[in-house]
């Protein structure tokens, strides 16, 4: 079967705005990060990249688009236009204030609204964000929907008839091959590829491209189902990370030798 006589597929991928790893991360006074330098997370562009990949072996955005999808406050729009200047076809902004400070199991409430809303064949996602790093998401999105689960792969190939997805998992010397029906969620690392740079005609052509805003309402749920309340867990207290005290410098002035001796004996090194 050839790429252009291929059944299309449905792609959603999840992306979420997280902080700028190359900035110090600081809490705001709910306990929850900062995000005014943040950015679409470098590990949710692999899954972009997949799901580009995916779209492009079945016809393309106009036969197999990829839509995707992003949870937070207005800046996280930033997340979804990344998204589309690296390829993505169109995107969903869940945009509600009382989501903010959800947990994993909160969250995984909001996306399984919206995944059901958008009826996506397949949903790709990284394999964790790069500030909680939890990496539970997949699967909590996935046991919601009562969806199969590929998680942790390498590499994903889509059937030629659209109806079945593979993927590889490496670990440890082993490798894992992994086989499902759609529909089914697939995270991947970042060993799948290296994601593709927007160049200038694609950053000018996502500017044209539909970005949906939903709200809690639109999906059907309560307040009360996210954030704090409807969270499992509770931040007690959170805080920069204390400033490191400054080292002892040893000068040989004749007596360095004992003087290191003594500096190691006192830790308990010797």
Request: charged share 20%; hydrophobic share 45%; no cysteine.
């Amino acid at each position: 079967m050839s790429k252009t006589s291929a059944p299309p597929v449905r792609i959603l991928v999840l992306a979420k705005y997280v902080p700028d790893a190359q900035f110090p991360r600081h809490f705001d006074a709910q306990h929850r990060l900062e995000r005014t330098e943040s950015i679409l997370s470098e590990l949710d562009e692999y899954a972009v990249e997949v799901a580009l990949q995916l779209s492009e072996e079945h016809g393309g955005d106009k036969e197999s688009p990829v839509t995707v999808l992003t949870l937070g406050g207005e800046a996280a729009s930033a997340a979804v236009k990344k998204a589309l200047q690296m390829g993505a076809t169109d995107g969903v902004h869940v945009l509600d204030d009382a989501v903010a400070g959800s947990d994993a199991l909160a969250t995984s409430r909001v996306l399984e609204s919206a995944v059901r809303r958008l009826e996506p064949d397949l949903v790709i996602t990284g394999m964790a964000s790069t500030d909680a790093e939890t990496g539970v998401i997949p699967s909590m999105l996935a046991a919601r929907l009562g969806w199969p689960q590929l998680t942790l792969a390498a590499s994903v190939q889509l059937s030629e008839d659209a109806t079945t997805i593979s993927a590889q998992r490496d670990e440890d010397g082993v490798s894992l091959s992994m086989t499902s029906q759609l529909p089914a969620v697939v995270s991947v690392t970042d060993q799948v590829g290296e994601p593709r740079y927007p160049n200038f005609k694609s950053i000018l052509a996502a500017r044209k491209k539909p970005v949906q805003t939903l709200s809690l309402a639109d999906l059907g749920l309560s307040p009360d189902l996210v954030g704090p309340t409807g969270s499992a867990v509770t931040v007690l207290q959170a805080g920069d990370v204390p400033a490191r005290p400054a080292g002892r410098v040893i000068v040989d002035d004749g007596e360095a030798g004992l003087a290191l001796v003594d500096f190691l004996a006192d830790r308990k090194l010797l």
